[in-house]
C-alpha cells in the first residue's frame, strides 16, 4: 500500500483543526464545537498534540531533563503526531466520523522553524500528514493572550517558554518574546496552507457561532452514525 | 573547508568544519556479522593509536528506552516506527557522533540511516520522504556493506538466536509464520541494500567468508582511509 501524502488522502469523514498561541481561546471553541457536533448527532473523535501513548513518557522525559534540540524536539512530536494519524485520526476518517485534533501540523511548523529548524525539511518531515477539511487559526494580538494565560496559570515550562533558544533569563520574558516569533510564522503559513482565521478578540459566543456556520457547511451528506435515544 | 557534508537539509547549529574525525560505516542486514566486526575493529583501531566512539541503533539516551518497549506491544505504526527511529538517530548523531568527530575520533556506528531507510520503505514509506527526513544525517567517510545472500543467512540466524518478530517483519504478516516472513521480508531488504549500494556509494563486503576474512578485508580499507586522512593534514601542520 503506497504512503499517501498531504492532499492526497480521500476520506469520507471530516477533519477539523485548531491552531494559535497560548491563550488564544481555541480548546474553548473545539471542545464547544464537539459539544454541539454531538448533539447533533455525529460521530466525533478528538486528537490533542503531544498525547500519543507510545510515545508522550519519551517526550516528557527528554522535556523534564532538557535532552531536546531543536531536531530531536521536532522529531519526537513528529513521532506522536504520526502515532495518532495512524490510530486516532485516519480510522475514523475512514469510517465516516468527524475527528477534532487540538493543534495539528502548523503547530510544529511555528515552533520548530522559531527553533531554528529547516521550514522546508520539517514540511516534508509531515507530508503523511491528513490535510483538514478545515483548519483554524485563532488570531489574538500577544497582550491578550499573555493576559489570559498570566491568569490562568503560572508555572511555563521550559520548552514551552522557548528558554531552550536562550531569548532571555527571565521566563515570562522568554515566553512573551517567543509566542511572539510563533505569530510571525502563524502569519505566514495562513496564504500557504488556506488556514482560516477566526478573529479570537471577539467574545466567546461569536467565534463559536462563526466556527458553527463554517463547520455546519462541510457536514453535507456526512452520517449521523449514533446510534440511540 | 570542511570535509563533511550533509545528506539534505542538515541540523540546526552545526558547523561542519569544527568536524575532524573520521566517520565509518557498517550497514548490512540481520544477522551477517557487524557487531562481530565491529568488536574487532574497536581495539584494533584503539591500539593503533585511534580514540574510537561505537554507536548503533537505540543507544540513544532520548529514546532508546521508549523505542523498545513501544515494539513490545502490538500497535506501534509502520509511520511511527520509522520516526521514532528517526528521533533515535538523530538524538545518537547529535550527542555522540557529532562531539566524537568534533574530538577527532574515529566514530564507527553500527548501521546508520541505510537500514532505517530500507525497513521504511519495505513498509510503504515513501522513499522520497524516508530520504528526506534522514537529509539531518552526514555523510560517512566510508560505508562497508557486509553482504550475504538468503541462503547465507538462515543457517547464521539458526546459529544465533533465532528468528524474532521484528526481525522477520511479523508487523506486516508477510508470510504465514516467523520463518515465511523471515525468508521474504529479508529478501525484500537485501533488495533494498543493493539498489541503495550505487546512490550511496557502499563498499560492498562479501561477508559470507570467515570472520578473520572480513575482518582483514575492512582492516586494511580503514587503514588505508586512515593514512590517506593523515596525509592530507600532516603537511597543513607542518606549514602551521
New interface residues.
Given amino acids: 500500500?503506497?504512503?499517501k501524502?498531504y492532499g492526497q488522502h480521500r476520506f469520507p469523514g471530516k477533519l477539523f483543526v485548531v491552531e494559535g498561541i497560548d491563550g488564544s481561546g481555541k480548546s474553548t471553541q473545539l471542545s464547544l464545537l464537539q459539544q454541539w457536533l454531538e448533539s447533533e448527532g455525529y460521530s466525533v473523535f478528538f486528537s490533542a498534540w503531544n498525547s500519543?501513548p507510545?510515545?508522550k513518557?519519551?517526550t516528557s522525559?527528554?522535556k523534564k531533563k532538557r535532552?531536546?534540540?531543536?531536531?530531536?524536539f521536532s522529531?519526537?512530536h513528529?513521532?506522536d503526531f504520526?502515532?495518532r494519524?495512524?490510530?486516532e485520526i485516519i480510522p475514523p476518517l475512514k469510517a465516516g466520523a468527524v475527528v477534532l485534533a487540538d493543534r495539528y501540523i502548523y503547530t510544529a511548523f511555528a515552533r520548530d522553524a522559531v527553533?531554528?529548524?529547516?521550514p522546508?525539511?520539517v514540511r516534508?518531515?509531515y507530508?503523511?500528514a491528513v490535510k483538514p477539511t478545515i483548519a483554524f487559526y485563532f488570531r489574538v494580538p500577544l497582550k491578550v493572550a499573555l493576559g489570559r494565560i498570566l491568569w490562568g496559570r503560572a508555572d511555563l515550562k521550559f520548552y514551552e517558554a522557548g528558554m531552550d533558544l536562550a531569548l532571555s533569563e527571565d521566563i515570562e520574558e522568554s515566553f512573551e518574546i517567543f509566542q511572539g516569533r510563533i505569530i510571525e510564522k502563524y502569519e505566514e503559513m495562513i496564504k500557504e496552507f488556506g488556514l482560516t482565521v477566526i478573529d479570537a478578540t471577539r467574545s466567546i459566543e461569536e467565534q463559536q457561532a462563526e466556527v458553527r456556520t463554517l463547520v455546519a457547511r462541510k457536514l453535507d451528506g456526512l452520517r449521523k452514525v449514533r446510534i440511540g435515544r | 573547508m570542511s570535509k563533511f557534508e550533509f545528506y539534505g537539509e542538515g541540523l540546526a547549529g552545526v558547523n561542519l568544519e569544527e568536524l575532524t574525525g573520521t566517520l565509518i560505516v557498517i550497514e548490512g542486514t540481520d544477522g551477517v556479522g557487524r557487531s562481530t566486526q565491529i568488536n574487532l575493529l574497536r581495539p584494533w583501531l584503539e591500539r593503533n593509536g585511534h580514540a574510537v566512539l561505537d554507536t548503533g541503533m537505540t543507544r540513544s539516551a532520548l529514546v532508546g528506552k521508549g523505542l523498545k518497549r513501544a515494539k513490545e506491544g502490538n500497535t506501534l505504526g509502520s509511520i511511527t516506527l520509522s520516526l521514532f527511529y528517526a528521533t533515535d538517530f538523530a538524538d545518537r548523531l547529535e550527542k555522540q557522533m557529532i562531539p566524537a568527530l568534533r574530538a577527532g575520533f574515529v566514530v564507527l556506528t553500527d548501521r546508520y540511516i541505510y537500514s532505517l531507510i530500507a525497513r521504511a520503505i519495505v513498509r510503504g514509506a515513501d522513499p522520497k520522504w524516508i530520504k528526506s527526513v534522514y537529509g539531518v544525517a552526514l555523510k560517512p567517510d566510508a560505508i562497508f556493506y557486509l553482504r550475504v545472500t538468503l541462503e547465507d543467512l538462515i543457517p547464521r540466524v539458526l546459529n544465533s538466536t533465532g528468528f524474532n518478530y521484528w526481525e522477520s517483519g511479523m508487523d506486516m504478516r508477510l508470510g504465514e509464520d516467523l520463518y515465511d516472513s523471515f525468508i521474504r521480508y529479508q529478501t525484500k531488504l537485501i533488495t533494498q541494500f543493493d539498489a541503495m549500494s550505487q546512490e550511496y556509494g557502499f563498499q560492498v563486503i562479501d561477508a559470507t567468508r570467515s570472520i578473520d576474512q572480513v575482518f582483514n578485508t575492512l582492516s586494511r580499507r580503514i587503514e588505508r582511509l586512515l593514512s590517506k586522512e593523515e596525509a592530507g593534514s600532516l603537511p597543513r601542520l607542518a606549514t602551521a
Fill in positions: 500500500m503506497p504512503m501524502m500519543s507510545l510515545v513518557d519519551t522525559r527528554g535532552m531536546l534540540s531543536p531536531t530531536t522529531l519526537i513528529s513521532t504520526a502515532d494519524i495512524e490510530r527553533r531554528g529548524v529547516s522546508k525539511w516534508e518531515l507530508r503523511f
